[in-house]
């Protein structure tokens, strides 16, 4: 109790400072306390970004929130024409897993509790394992799945993001036989677990075309007829 007291203060504290609406994410303006040195790492600038814009700042006043992290100006740059060409979005679980979140379990945070529904909405991996899918796909079909998740982490994008990967990259993260990729990817499909294009497009650096490949997010319920599993 006196922990979440101490947070709620150091919330307040920096809140008042930058003068920010209440309904910002405690885990952002944590963000943004002057002593905070991941404000600063990965996509982390980005995200408060995002949540700057969804909570009503202009692009002037991010820009200047954003300056104060001492963020490079071509870096700066690359976030506000992001902003403004597309509306991303972050959400609680995706923050949690990312090591964002001040508790362990993003459900315990005041914020959460206290938001509109609407705010609540958006994916849970562990909706995989609730939907109980493993249980419905070959272990192939699985650890296909998975790769699809690592590719989204390692190249920093939002779950359900839109990946342009050669069946080379999947037999990398998967290692299963890259005979079969093409099939399970359809089948993955199929379910309505991703949505799949194949061969769409040249990537860098690959002298084949890399298909179009998004999982669904939120992770969708299977019916009872998207069992994969033969006798």
Not at 31 to 50: Q, R, T, V
Not at 91 to 112: A, Q, T
Request: proline share 6%; net charge positive; charged share 35%.
């Amino acid at each position: 109790m006196m922990e979440d007291l101490e947070k709620l203060q150091d919330f307040e504290k920096t809140r008042r400072k930058l003068k920010l609406p209440v309904d910002i994410r405690p885990c952002i303006v944590s963000l943004l306390d002057a002593d905070n040195p991941a404000a600063s790492e990965n996509i982390n600038p980005f995200i408060i970004a995002c949540e700057l814009a969804r909570v009503g700042k202009e692009p002037e006043r991010i820009e200047q929130i954003l300056n104060s992290l001492y963020i490079s100006p071509s870096r700066l740059r690359g976030i506000l024409k992001s902003l403004i060409t597309k509306d991303y979005k972050y959400y609680c679980p995706n923050l949690e897993e990312r090591g964002l979140c001040l508790y362990d379990d993003h459900k315990d945070c005041w914020w959460w509790s206290g938001s509109p529904a609407k705010n609540k909405k958006g994916w849970e991996e562990k909706d995989f394992y609730r939907h109980h899918w493993p249980e419905r796909l070959r272990r192939t079909e699985e650890c296909l799945y998975r790769a699809i998740r690592a590719i989204e982490i390692r190249k920093g994008w939002q779950p359900g993001s839109r990946l342009f990967v050669t069946w080379d990259k999947l037999y990398q993260e998967s290692r299963i036989s890259r005979d079969t990729i093409g099939k399970k990817l359809q089948l993955l499909k199929d379910i309505g677990l991703i949505k799949y294009i194949p061969g769409k497009r040249r990537v860098k650096g690959s002298r084949v075309k890399a298909s179009e490949v998004t999982r669904i997010i939120p992770i969708p319920k299977p019916s009872n007829s998207q069992d994969t599993e033969q006798p």
